[in-house]
Nanobody, 128 residues
Framework: QAQLVQSGGGLVQPGGSLRLSCEAS????????IGWFRQAPGKEREGVAC????????YYAESVKGRFTLSRNNAKATAFLEMDNLRPEDTATYLC?????????????????????WGEGTLVGVFS
């Protein structure tokens, strides 16, 4: 069964770091653009970091630019979101997704909810 399996996340203090992982099971990750999204309680889903299928383009939301880094290891069929200098406003459930046809920027367009596959989500909490 083709699916995305997420790991990582947890609770950290402001200024701390976390790394999220998103492993593709049952399909080849290199055929897809990848996106990381987040959704906080009472807020709309936000695309925070996305990469094109060929890795030529990476898009970051302004709110995370310079603090978050998206990467992928196709040999391990895994994408990563390295999050540094975390802030309380980064607290949310983080989800990864893939889609075969999108650019990096369109991948992060959360106004269109359709993606080929979604991970199950992992919680990130930033508290003093």
């Amino acid at each position: 069964q083709a699916q995305l399996v997420q790991s990582g996340g947890g609770l950290v203090q402001p200024g701390g770091s976390l790394r999220l992982s998103c492993e593709a099971s049952g399909f080849s990750l290199d055929l897809y653009a990848i996106g990381w999204f987040r959704q906080a309680p009472g807020k709309e889903r936000e695309g925070v970091a996305c990469i094109s299928r060929d890795d030529a383009n990476v898009y970051y939301a302004e709110s995370v630019k310079g603090r978050f880094t998206l990467s992928r290891n196709n040999a391990k069929a895994t994408a990563f979101l390295e999050m540094d200098n975390l802030r309380p406003e980064d607290t949310a459930t983080y989800l990864c997704a893939v889609d075969a046809t999108r650019t990096a920027q369109s991948m992060c367009d959360a106004s269109d909810p359709y993606r080929s596959k979604w991970g199950e989500g992992t919680l990130v909490g930033v508290f003093s």
